[in-house]
């Protein structure tokens, strides 16, 4: 009986490790292609302001409140979590090359957290440098991207929308051929914007955020 | 002619809105100190406005707060989302959309010193509070307490809390919280039931 549980757990981790690797995303048919931000339906929208009920979960701690996207000029956009009591958690400031921590509430402020944030926001919301190459696959209606630099690795996948972009619905990172995050949207077509967001990064330390649009 | 009504009303507008120190600050204290020995209940709505630097508009919650000595409080918020802290003694009850949290205040650091802010904030006795140096203002409509953080811990995350008492200091009317980027958020008290019965059920979370 224990080994039959021996053997039972050691081909259910295989099978778990298998799953949760690159390899899936491996497809004859593909296009190269130079990815940009054109060819994905953005999360942000530069002549708007984001706001999304959030939570955040890492270890055991739990946190709620408000996240804002905003565009402050024409290259500055900033990331800002605030509580429900109204402090002010982070505030992340982005341009095209690099995320600058302009505020965090002093009892967050431990350099992996603050890196797994900036990390996992400009995920989300596509904020970090789409400009790589790449490839393109089609199967079944369903379109993905598949980009790479030297270490991470970005699977991006959703049907096509009208004006021939990419709806996300599902945005997969990778380290070292391991998957690190899954990012699942909802788009909603009404509003045209992403109406739910989650998040979850694998690995040591996990987080989960899950992002629900707050409509005007 | 709209600027010319603006230019007329204006010093009166900044008139009306400028604090002055009070004189007789002791006075002052005694009269908030009485305020809070006399008041054994809370029952008020309130309005929240969280002003960011980077958002030109500001971010309104509205919710309903009841307060019962000794240390009963219950924060809830109604707008934009759903969010209720319950502080019973030495426990506090967070419920969100998703979860109901409960924490020892004992045990957790922060908890006590947010436990600590929100209690005395609402009974208008943090200007006792060692953390702070309190200053004293006035003007036609309110006594402003001006504390500014002592502790490092306090100096992290404010750079000044203000309270605002109406000028029979019945209560609290106001709290502004400023944060050291500047950032602030007002909480107005409406509506408000003093010394009204409270159930102590409106601070149990099952």
Known sequence: MRLFLKIALLLSSILCISGCRISK???????KISLTKDLITPVFNPNSTLRYNTTIDVLKNHLTGLIIVK??????????????????????????HEI??????????????????????????????LDKNGIECSRN?????????????????????DNNNLDLRLQETFHNHKRTSRINYIYNVKTQSYSHITCKQYGLIKFYFELTEIQK | ??????????PFISFSQTFRL???????????ENMSKTLNSIDADFVQ???????????????????????????????????????????????????????DMNSNKVFKEINDIMISCVQGTIFKSSKFKTSYFENEKYYK??????????????????????????????????????????????????????????????
Not at chain 1, 141 to 161: C, D, E, L, Q, R
Not at chain 2, 1 to 10: C, E, N, P
Request: with cysteine; aromatic share 14%; hydrophobic share 40%.
């Open chain 2, 49 to 103: 406005e969280k002003n960011l630097s980077v958002l030109s508009e500001k971010i309104i919650s509205k919710g309903h707060l009841m307060f019962k000595k000794e240390n009963l409080l219950r924060w809830e918020y109604f707008t934009p989302s759903k969010y209720l802290i319950v502080i019973n003694k030495e426990k506090v009850f967070i419920k969100d959309e998703k979860k109901t949290s409960k924490y």
């Open chain 2, 145 to 206: 307490l001006e504390m500014t953080p002592k502790t490092k811990n306090m100096k992290d995350s404010f750079k000044k809390i203000n309270l605002y008492f109406d000028k029979n200091i019945t209560s609290v009317s106001k709290i502004e919280m400023i944060e050291t980027s500047e950032d602030f958020t007002l909480i107005e008290f409406l509506n408000k039931k003093l010394n009204a019965p409270i159930s102590e059920n409106s601070f149990i979370i099952k």
């Open chain 1, 71 to 96: 565009q402050t000029d024409s290259i500055t956009k900033h990331i800002v979590f605030v509580t429900e009591l109204g402090m002010k958690m982070f505030d992340f400031e982005l341009n095209d």
């Open chain 2, 22 to 32: 009070v004189k007789d600050t002791l006075v002052l204290k005694l009269k908030v």
């Open chain 1, 141 to 161: 209606g369903i379109k993905f991207f598949f980009v790479a630099n030297h270490t991470m690795k970005w699977a991006y996948s959703g049907p096509v929308s």
């Open chain 1, 100 to 129: 600058k921590t302009a505020y965090v509430f002093e009892p967050l402020n431990k350099p992996k957290l603050i890196e797994a944030l900036k990390r996992n926001f400009s995920n989300m919301f596509l904020l970090n440098e």
């Open chain 1, 25 to 31: 995303y491996n497809h004859r048919n593909c296009d």
């Open chain 2, 1 to 10: 002619m709209y600027k010319l009504l603006f230019l007329l009303i204006f």
